[in-house]
């Protein structure tokens, strides 16, 4: 079907194509969920065992051992993680990308009820639970007032705005931290105890069975049924002091005679404080097929009606809002994109000097953009930075098509044809070299459909996008450009240029032109007759570009300015919740002046809200929100040095400075955040030799000026007791492990017997003892334990407690001892600092049964070498689409010699942009692999053509060249100043696209510049050597005989 020729004589018909296509992406646009980056599937699932009152070391052996074993014999299994800390255990298990992870945590529960058998009797069952990269909290709020106490302060955060909060559509979870939260204590006498022959055990099981209700069933009342409830619950504390306890031969005692009943508050172990000033923190999660921003925004919609129930002086602020960088980075996409289109329109307005002409193609482009939307909804995509950026970045191409189609109509109509009929043959004779450079820039991004890992996720979605926008552009250019045409465009000859004075920037541009066109030929002429300077001259920039490539850094992710920083403060283990708070207070009020920050939310301790108290009081966190990029004179990275700066000199204390970064990918780092740039990993059986090793290679690291916060994460042994119970004594007396444990934990943690409601409000009640008896650790053997025959046996006569030291933690990686030595990358790019790494780390030998290796490198590498793969795949599958539209291995051969001249721009773009190869820049070298042989397709197709006509080889390229010119000059003119405001990445979340735009606009331009040139010198030399071999191959064959060869040879001899 002859598109061209359809159009033309179907004008309304097109008309109402594009109208319906305008339409249909209208509505599809806002439909489309909003986000920062691509919805990921991360093939990670966690294993978590709780074992109250265990030391690292016994949930190392008897739990953490048995889960990883269980775990690592799972088909598609990468690597098992796991960390063993005091009292809980957590396996982290990682699969191959493309594991259905549904099914694998079916398999990963199937084997841990097999396992759960072998655990501690007290140890709880384990939990399976999928990684989600959603999980971090969207929204972070604080409540703050003056003259407001803290406890009022969490119960409006736990009772008002957390419900409100959590109705809004698309949200997971919400968590309360911070504030007082009230609690009721009974604290025991062990004197009493004694006296009475009572357990801790008992009192907590007496006051949990004496606080219930129940539905008893229906009961008749007449002829109706109605529902008898019992209300056992208690209503004030007063009843909590009358539940009685049995005591021997039938007699009972209130548990208010056992101890002391105080209406009191959780113990301090977390505080929270916004700005320096105490609140209470609530973090907001969305579902994770929830839409950010819309999540974000229907939150603030509904702050006004929350805090109209507020008391005088509390007030509700908004700490952390990542939709508003999502919004700041998808306006400045969309910023860029609407430059860059404007820039087209002028380059085309000045090429064609026509306004008609330059509103044809200027329609191209909305139609193009809004076809896309439909289709990104249609294939279920989402609008965020990747896909806009792929969209912005092939905005010039989305002209190039029809540029290459309205040319070829406008030198038609110049040829003295109407403009019917230049619509029709101009469409026609390059509709070929059309249709070849749209598959050939859609071939390139096929290999992203083969490769695997966390880079799928962000490279299909982008290779869709633009794929569905050149497909629209093609459709557009073949339909309604011709059809346009037509209608729009002026009879006749093109007036010539005036020769006299003139101010019309349109006419002078038309006379550079004539004169550009004109040193070309000259410069195009000299090149044919100099054929080994030009190839000589290409091949010394070409090796020029492979020495300056080893001067462009190198880094996985190009790091982001997101305006937030995180400082993580952590102490000895033991450190007392105090010394801690001071630390964060004196590291609050050093930068609290700095001119660059907006706010500061510091969190200090652990817990905060549930029935147990975490006992991580030697860690803070303080998060740093900075004013927007347009409102500071710094950037992030520079604060970030002058906070670690500022930060140094408290021995003791471990205090990292980091960016936050929003690409967080697995094992290849994230730009920023708080797990370290650079990880090295040391493995081995003996925790004493691995701290050793780690304090050896903090040392190298710490001699390399780009890294900062270097630390050895396996903390010294701290003290501790450990208890060894006498399992023969036990059983001897009857006496269970879990008795002996619940007892010591009452003792000395507290446990929660059961809630007190009132109101709304639901209030633990702690069975503990008090300080004064815990302090002192010789009241141990004060505890008594009640056998099975009712007999007290105190606690030494079952269990010995004897001090010690053992690791705070001890982590695991694919079931080995491991430590970690982590620093913060400053000044240079990760992939350099990470040779250098290696270079230190080979001046350590570890010892036998040792190891050390650099963390993530194995990944980076791979995810490297997947996307050369990918380039190299690119490069095989446009030359096969081009083979196969043409006809000819010949012709595609001599266009692919326009691909390594881009490699000098690309390379030489990012070295005076000072920027990195990463992920982003090495898919714009794969964009251009599809984008740098139009012109050598429009060049040579025009150039075969010619000489089908009987033109010599050097006339048709004059010619070719001449004519060609100027849609040369005009696509890469589009497309290169559209890339300009990416390249200048001015705005939030632009440092994204820059790297990859930098490489489209310098590649673009440097192989267009000598594609020009080298293109017609390879199609001579080229097409010489095509002749000589087959003046060899003629000379060397003999040649054939005449059919009655034979017959006449008989005659002869006759």
Known sequence: MNFANFSVNRPITIFMLMIGLVILGSIAAPLLPVDLYPNMEIPTANVSVSWPGASPEQVENQVTKRVEASMATIANVSSVTSN????????????????????????????????????????????????????????????????????????????V???????????????????????????????????????????????????????????YKGNQLVPLSIKGEFKSTAEIAQVRVNLARGQTIPIGELGKIIDTYQDVTF????????????????????????????????????????????????????????????????????????????????????????????????ISVVSTFSMMFFSDQTMNTITLGGLALGLGSLVDFAVVVLESIYRKKEEGLSPVEAAKQGTAEVGTAVLASALAQIAVFAPTLFIDGLIKNFFVPMALTVSFSHVAALFAAITLVPMLAAKLLKKGHQEALPTGKSYNPAVWFGRGMQRMTNRYGAILRWSLAHRATVVAITAALLVGSVFLAGSVGTEITPRTDEGQININISLAQGTKFENTNALASKVE?????????????????????????????????????????????????????????????????????????????????????????????????????????????????????SLRNVQNTLERSIPQFDMTIDREAAAYYGISVREIMTSLRTAYQGSVATNFKTGDTQISVLVKYPSEFTNNLENLNQIVITSNSGAQIPLYAVAKVEPGFGPAQIRHIDQERVATVQA?????????????????????????????????????????????????????????????????????????????????????????????????????????????????????DYTNQLRTKGCSLHDALMEAGRVRLRPILMTTGTTVLAMIPLVVGFGEGAAAQASMATVVAFGLTTSTLITLVLVPVVYTLMDGWKDTLRSKWRRHTPPALPRNHGARQQSINK
């Open 271 to 366: 505080e929270s404080r916004r700005n320096g000033e105490q609140s209470v923190g609530i973090s907001v999660q969305k579902q994770s097929d929830g839409n950010t921003v819309a999540v974000a925004d229907s939150i603030r919609t509904m702050m006004d009606d929350i805090q109209k129930d507020f008391p005088d002086g509390v007030k509700m602020d908004i700490l952390n809002d990542t939709s508003k960088y999502i919004k700041g980075s998808i306006h400045t996409v969309i910023e860029h994109t609407l430059l860059g289109a404007i820039f087209s329109v002028i380059i085309l307005m000045l090429f064609l000097n026509s306004v008609r002409a330059t509103l044809i193609i200027g329609v191209v482009i909305p």
């Open 161 to 219: 705005v957390s419900p409100a909060v959590q109705r809004a559509n698309g949200v997971a979870s919400v968590n309360v931290t911070g504030g007082r939260v009230r609690q009721i204590q009974l604290l025991l006498d062990q004197n009493k105890l004694t006296q009475y022959g009572l357990t801790s055990n008992q009192v907590t099981s007496a006051l949990s069975n004496d606080n219930q209700s129940m539905d008893a069933g229906l009961v």
């Open 589 to 705: 009020g050093l930068i609290k002046d700095m001119p660059d920050i907006e706010s500061i939310f510091t969190t200090v301790g652990g817990g905060g809200g549930g029935a147990y108290q975490s006992a991580a009081t030697n860690s803070a966190s303080i998060s740093v929100m900075l004013k927007p990029l347009g409102q500071r004179e710094l950037k992030t990275e520079q604060i970030v040095e002058q906070i670690r700066t500022m930060t140094n000199g408290n021995p003791g204390a471990q205090i990292s400075v980091n960016s936050r970064s929003s690409i967080r990918m697995p094992g290849l780092g994230g730009g920023g955040g708080g797990g370290g740039d650079i990880q090295v990993n040391l493995s081995g059986p003996d925790m004493s030799v691995l701290r050793k090793l780690g304090d050896m290679v903090a040392e190298e690291l710490r001699a390399i000026p």
């Open 84 to 159: 063993s800390r005091t009292g809980s255990s957590n396996v982290t298990v990682q699969f191959n990308f493309g594991t259905d992870i549904s099914e694998a945590t079916l398999t990963m529960r199937d084997r841990l009820d097999r396992v759960s058998r072998q655990l501690p009797d007290d140890a709880e069952a384990p939990v399976v639970s999928r990684a989600d990269p959603n999980s971090q909290p969207i929204m972070s709020l604080a409540l703050y007032g003056t003259d407001v106490e803290l406890t009022a302060l969490r119960d409006l955060a736990d009772n």
């Open 824 to 940: 913060a990358v400053s000044g240079a790019p990760a992939g350099d600092v990470s040779k250098l790494v290696e270079d230190r780390l080979a001046t350590i030998q570890p010892p036998d049964g040792y190891a050390i290796t650099l963390g993530s490198q194995n990944s980076s590498n791979d995810t490297f070498n997947s996307l050369y793969l990918m380039l190299g795949l690119s490069v095989v599958l446009v030359y096969m689409v081009m083979a196969s539209q043409f006809e000819s291995l010949y012709g595609p051969f001599i266009i692919m010699f326009s691909l390594p001249p881009t490699f000098i721009g690309a390379i030489l773009g990012l070295y005076l942009t000072n920027r990195t190869i990463n992920m982003n820049s090495i898919m714009g070298m794969i964009m251009l692999v599809g984008i740098v042989v139009n012109n050598a397709i429009v060049l040579i």
